[in-house]
Protein backbone atom coordinates (compact mmCIF):
# COMPACT_ATOMS: atom_id res chain seq x y z
CA UNK A 1 0.00 0.00 0.00
CA UNK A 2 1.04 3.60 -1.00
CA UNK A 3 -0.36 6.52 1.31
CA UNK A 4 -0.33 10.01 -0.23
CA UNK A 5 -0.57 13.21 1.78
CA UNK A 6 -1.24 16.66 -0.14
CA UNK A 7 -0.54 20.01 1.72
CA UNK A 8 0.17 23.70 0.24
CA UNK A 9 -3.38 24.49 -1.21
CA UNK A 10 -5.09 27.64 -0.30
CA UNK A 11 -6.07 31.07 -1.89
CA UNK A 12 -4.55 33.40 -4.46
CA UNK A 13 -5.24 36.06 -6.97
CA UNK A 14 -5.43 35.83 -10.89
CA UNK A 15 -1.20 35.76 -11.40
CA UNK A 16 -0.27 34.25 -8.33
CA UNK A 17 1.78 31.34 -7.81
CA UNK A 18 1.63 28.33 -4.76
CA UNK A 19 3.53 25.39 -4.19
CA UNK A 20 2.07 21.84 -3.43
CA UNK A 21 3.55 19.13 -1.91
CA UNK A 22 2.96 15.36 -2.16
CA UNK A 23 4.77 13.18 0.66
CA UNK A 24 4.13 9.51 -0.08
CA UNK A 25 4.89 6.61 2.11
CA UNK A 26 4.75 2.83 2.18
CA UNK A 27 5.18 0.42 -0.50
CA UNK A 28 6.80 3.66 -2.62
CA UNK A 29 9.12 1.29 -4.27
CA UNK A 30 6.93 -0.12 -6.15
CA UNK A 31 5.06 2.78 -8.11
CA UNK A 32 5.79 3.68 -11.72
CA UNK A 33 4.24 6.74 -11.92
CA UNK A 34 3.17 9.55 -9.82
CA UNK A 35 1.24 12.54 -10.54
CA UNK A 36 -1.25 15.50 -9.89
CA UNK A 37 -4.67 15.51 -10.69
CA UNK A 38 -7.70 17.82 -10.55
CA UNK A 39 -11.20 18.33 -9.97
CA UNK A 40 -13.55 21.82 -10.11
CA UNK A 41 -17.24 21.12 -9.11
CA UNK A 42 -19.25 19.53 -12.08
CA UNK A 43 -16.52 18.91 -14.44
CA UNK A 44 -14.40 15.72 -14.73
CA UNK A 45 -11.11 14.53 -12.93
CA UNK A 46 -8.13 15.92 -14.97
CA UNK A 47 -4.44 14.99 -15.76
CA UNK A 48 -2.29 18.03 -14.31
CA UNK A 49 1.33 16.14 -14.19
CA UNK A 50 2.66 13.06 -13.90
CA UNK A 51 6.01 11.92 -13.06
CA UNK A 52 7.36 8.91 -14.52
CA UNK A 53 9.90 7.62 -11.50
CA UNK A 54 11.72 5.07 -13.69
CA UNK A 55 12.53 6.86 -16.79
CA UNK A 56 12.31 10.78 -14.76
CA UNK A 57 9.78 11.95 -17.83
CA UNK A 58 7.07 14.14 -17.01
CA UNK A 59 3.98 14.62 -18.97
CA UNK A 60 1.81 17.87 -18.58
CA UNK A 61 -1.99 18.53 -19.15
CA UNK A 62 -2.48 20.80 -21.99
CA UNK A 63 -4.07 23.29 -20.02
CA UNK A 64 -0.73 23.94 -17.69
CA UNK A 65 1.87 23.30 -20.10
CA UNK A 66 4.54 26.33 -19.56
CA UNK A 67 3.11 27.26 -15.84
CA UNK A 68 3.30 24.44 -14.07
CA UNK A 69 5.70 22.07 -12.78
CA UNK A 70 6.55 18.96 -11.33
CA UNK A 71 9.55 18.23 -8.97
CA UNK A 72 10.95 15.65 -6.55
CA UNK A 73 12.93 15.87 -3.35
CA UNK A 74 15.80 13.68 -3.68
CA UNK A 75 14.76 11.08 -1.45
CA UNK A 76 11.72 10.30 -4.04
CA UNK A 77 9.46 10.60 -1.13
CA UNK A 78 8.23 14.40 -2.15
CA UNK A 79 5.90 15.46 -5.20
CA UNK A 80 6.09 19.02 -5.60
CA UNK A 81 3.55 20.88 -8.10
CA UNK A 82 4.56 24.65 -8.27
CA UNK A 83 1.69 26.27 -10.00
CA UNK A 84 2.30 29.90 -11.49
CA UNK A 85 0.30 32.63 -13.53
CA UNK A 86 -2.20 31.05 -11.91
CA UNK A 87 -6.20 31.46 -13.67
CA UNK A 88 -9.41 31.43 -12.06
CA UNK A 89 -9.94 28.58 -14.32
CA UNK A 90 -7.57 26.45 -11.60
CA UNK A 91 -9.72 26.57 -9.05
CA UNK A 92 -10.29 22.87 -8.03
CA UNK A 93 -9.43 20.31 -5.92
CA UNK A 94 -6.16 18.77 -6.47
CA UNK A 95 -4.89 15.35 -6.14
CA UNK A 96 -2.05 13.45 -5.38
CA UNK A 97 -1.76 9.92 -7.02
CA UNK A 98 -0.04 7.54 -7.52
CA UNK A 99 0.35 3.63 -10.26
CA UNK A 100 1.60 0.84 -9.83
CA UNK A 101 1.68 -2.60 -12.14
CA UNK A 102 1.44 -2.26 -15.80
CA UNK A 103 0.90 1.25 -16.83
CA UNK A 104 1.85 3.50 -19.31
CA UNK A 105 2.68 6.87 -17.17
CA UNK A 106 1.93 8.99 -20.19
CA UNK A 107 -1.74 7.72 -20.47
CA UNK A 108 -2.46 8.65 -17.02
CA UNK A 109 -3.19 11.91 -18.28
CA UNK A 110 -6.05 11.33 -20.05
CA UNK A 111 -6.92 8.52 -17.87
CA UNK A 112 -6.72 9.83 -14.24
CA UNK A 113 -8.42 6.63 -13.09
CA UNK A 114 -6.19 3.99 -13.75
CA UNK A 115 -4.05 5.42 -10.70
CA UNK A 116 -4.37 2.91 -7.56
CA UNK A 117 -3.42 5.46 -4.88
CA UNK A 118 -5.10 9.01 -4.00
CA UNK A 119 -4.35 11.66 -1.65
CA UNK A 120 -7.24 13.19 -0.03
CA UNK A 121 -6.93 16.40 -1.72
CA UNK A 122 -5.93 20.10 -1.27
CA UNK A 123 -8.19 23.12 -2.19
CA UNK A 124 -6.74 25.64 -4.60
CA UNK A 125 -9.02 28.45 -5.16
CA UNK A 126 -8.26 31.26 -7.49
CA UNK A 127 -10.17 35.10 -8.02
CA UNK A 128 -9.57 37.21 -10.22
Known amino acids: QVQLVESGGGSVQAGGSLRLSCAASGSTYRTQCMGWFRQAPGKEREGVAVFDTAGGRIYYGDSVKGRFTVSQDNSKSTLFLQMNSLKPDDTAMYYC?????????????????????WGQGTQVTVSS
Open 97 to 117: AAADGWVVCSGLVSRPYENNY
